[in-house]
């Protein structure tokens, strides 16, 4: 058989490239996903008073600073394994208790609850979304936060439901609710976070952080006449943002003069705040300032 020259140089080719190693691929790192970093708070995270560590850090600090009561627990992840617990948690009733009964210890006990990462979530969500608007430079980072929100929401819910549930249970859900009516995740969350006040109140009605929450979610709800007095006993119980909410309410009720008042006596309680106070007494003065934590351009 006689082969033509130009399939015989196919053959001798395909010949040679046989007996040659093929090239080595490059061999690529595997892609690994980074969660991006949140972005920075827009409220304070420590209404109570700007110039101190957020509470749940603070608690933090507390619980680092006890003793610790080594435990040997079985590994839930492994029954056949045991773990050493050694590092203090946040722990509160879940029920029967009507006082504030913050506690440090490695485990939770019975009618207890480790609510730490639950605050640690709380505190994140109070930087965006505690008044209204929520506060997001990312859709994503927002849509994050409702989709865990509303799994914190859930599992509080479920405690508050007890008629018995402790006051540390209930503030905390009451909270959860106010943010997620925030967030417009739903009607519902108005009428729970209403009912949560109402039963906290019921317990004590004195309570500071009590009454400068349900004094803004009222107001921030439309409720603005009402909100006043629960505004009034936050600010004399030393809630510092309590006067700028006092003013938000205010400045909705078309009650220009009583907003600037508010926000004077916020000055001399807060020296250290004078330059905020005058630029909102400024801009509700001369650049119709509808709202405290309305961001206003700069003018160019």
Same mark, same amino acid.
């Given at each position: 058989?006689? *082969?033509? =020259?130009?399939?015989?140089?196919?053959?001798?080719?395909?010949?040679? !490239?046989?007996?040659?190693?093929?090239?080595?691929?490059? +061999?690529?790192?595997?892609? +690994?996903?980074?969660?991006?970093?949140? !972005?920075?708070?827009?409220?304070?995270? %420590?209404?109570?008073?700007?110039?101190?560590?957020?509470?749940?850090?603070?608690?933090?600090?507390?619980?680092?600073?006890?003793?610790?009561?080594?435990?040997?627990?079985?590994?839930?992840?492994? =029954?056949?394994?045991?773990?050493? *617990?050694?590092?203090?948690?946040?722990? +509160?009733?879940?029920?029967?208790?009507?006082?504030?009964?913050?506690?440090?210890?490695? *485990?939770?006990?019975?009618?207890?609850?480790?609510?730490?990462?639950?605050?640690?979530?709380?505190?994140?969500?109070?930087?965006?979304?505690?008044?209204?608007?929520?506060?997001?430079?990312?859709?994503?980072?927002?849509?994050?936060?409702?989709?865990?929100?509303?799994?914190?929401?859930?599992?509080?819910?479920?405690?508050?439901? %007890?008629?018995?549930?402790?006051?540390?249970?209930?503030?905390?859900?009451?909270?959860? !609710?106010?943010?997620?009516?925030?967030?417009?995740?739903?009607?519902?969350?108005?009428?729970?976070?209403?009912?949560?006040?109402?039963?906290?109140?019921?317990?004590?009605?004195?309570?500071?952080?009590?009454?400068?929450?349900?004094?803004?979610?009222?107001?921030?709800?439309?409720?603005?006449?009402?909100?006043?007095?629960?505004?009034?006993?936050?600010?004399?119980?030393?809630?510092?943002?309590?006067? *700028?909410?006092?003013?938000?309410?205010?400045?909705?009720?078309?009650?220009?003069?009583?907003?600037?008042?508010?926000?004077? %006596?916020?000055?001399?309680?807060?020296?250290?705040?004078?330059?905020?106070?005058?630029?909102?007494?400024?801009?509700?003065?001369?650049?119709?300032?509808?709202?405290?934590?309305? +961001?206003?351009?700069?003018?160019?």
């Amino acid at each position: 058989m006689t *082969l033509k =020259p130009l399939a015989l140089s196919i053959l001798a080719a395909t010949l040679v !490239s046989a007996c040659v190693a093929p090239p080595k691929q490059e +061999v690529k790192p595997p892609i +690994v996903f980074t969660e991006p970093e949140l !972005s920075a708070p827009f409220y304070a995270l %420590n209404p109570f008073n700007y110039d101190a560590p957020p509470p749940f850090e603070i608690n933090l600090q507390k619980a680092a600073a006890q003793p610790v009561t080594k435990m040997v627990v079985t590994n839930p992840n492994d =029954p056949s394994k045991s773990i050493t *617990l050694d590092q203090n948690k946040l722990i +509160v009733p879940t029920v029967n208790n009507n006082a504030r009964s913050l506690k440090f210890a490695v *485990l939770a006990g019975e009618n207890e609850i480790d609510i730490t990462e639950i605050d640690d979530f709380l505190q994140l969500v109070e930087g965006k979304a505690r008044h209204y608007p929520p506060r997001f430079s990312e859709r994503q980072e927002r849509r994050g936060f409702e989709a865990k929100l509303k799994e914190v929401t859930q599992q509080l819910d479920t405690l508050a439901a %007890n008629e018995n549930a402790s006051f540390d249970i209930l503030m905390r859900a009451f909270k959860a !609710s106010v943010m997620a009516r925030n967030l417009d995740l739903g009607s519902v969350y108005t009428t729970r976070s209403l009912n949560y006040a109402q039963r906290i109140l019921k317990i004590n009605q004195e309570d500071a952080e009590a009454n400068f929450w349900f004094g803004f979610g009222l107001s921030e709800g439309g409720g603005h006449r009402e909100a006043i007095p629960y505004l009034d006993k936050a600010m004399k119980a030393g809630v510092q943002e309590a006067y *700028l909410s006092a003013a938000n309410n205010y400045i909705a009720m078309e009650q220009k003069k009583n907003a600037v008042q508010t926000l004077k %006596n916020y000055k001399i309680k807060y020296p250290q705040e004078a330059e905020v106070a005058d630029r909102l007494i400024a801009e509700i003065e001369k650049q119709g300032r509808w709202n405290v934590w309305q +961001v206003i351009a700069p003018r160019t």
